[in-house]
Structures are given as C-alpha cells and as structure tokens.
C-alpha cells in the first residue's frame, strides 16, 4: 500500500536549522508533487511548500519563503525539506504528502486528496 514516512523532527532552538524527510513507498513516487504541511495545535493546517514530481517546480509559502528548501530525489523515493533559522511559531507537526500535481499557488489541497504521512513533531524554543 501507499506509504509517506516523515522524519527529522525534533527540539531545537530558534535560529537553528532542520533538515525533514519524507520517503514514499507502494507508489509510483516519480509520479507524484510531494507537499510539506503542517499544523500547530489550535490553527489551522498550513501548506509549506510543494514540489512537483520532477523537482523543476518549487513553491513556498509566503511566510516561510527564504528560510526554506524543498528538493527531491526519485531514485531514493525521497523528498526533503530544510529549514532555516527557525522560529519559535514553526513549532507545529509536519506532514509530507503525495498528489499527481502541485497546485497553484493558493489552491486547496484537502486532507482526504492523495497520499498522507503521519506527521513528525518539530519544537522551537525560545
């Protein structure tokens, strides 16, 4: 069956980096847009960034913008995101997910569309 497996979470302290992975399996991952959400307790479910199945296409949100890099490697079923100077309001569970597309920028991605991994815990402390 379809499976995205998060990693790379953890404690860390603002200012700091991390570098999370998402590795797919029981799928054609080269298929696929791979994107990054995540979602702090009491908000909403925010969408990272997307990268299409390529890796030609790359988008990010506004907010995180020039912290963050997307990359993928689809001969390891294998899609990263790192990043940077971290901030105490990225603390939130991040989730990698898999559509045939990325969609445009702002559309919707809902949580009952494509492939989804559990979620790995990134905490920012001050």
């Known amino acids: 069956e379809a499976r995205l497996v998060e990693s790379g979470g953890g404690l860390v302290q603002a200012g700091g980096s991390l570098r999370l992975s998402c590795v797919a399996s029981?799928?054609?991952?080269?298929?696929?847009?791979i994107g990054w959400f995540r979602q702090a307790p009491g908000k909403e479910r925010e969408g990272v960034s997307c990268i299409g199945s390529r890796g030609d296409l790359t988008e990010y949100m506004d907010s995180i913008k020039g912290r963050v890099t997307v990359s993928r490697d689809n001969s390891r079923n294998t899609v990263n995101l790192e990043i940077d100077s971290l901030k105490p309001e990225d603390t939130a569970v991040y989730y990698c997910?898999?559509?045939?597309?990325?969609?445009?920028?702002?559309?919707?991605?809902?949580?009952?569309?494509?492939?989804w991994g559990q979620g790995t815990q990134v905490t920012v402390s001050s």
């Open positions: 029981g799928f054609a991952f080269e298929d696929y847009a």
């Open positions: 997910a898999a559509r045939g597309v990325c969609p445009s920028v702002g559309g919707d991605w809902p949580r009952n569309l494509g492939y």
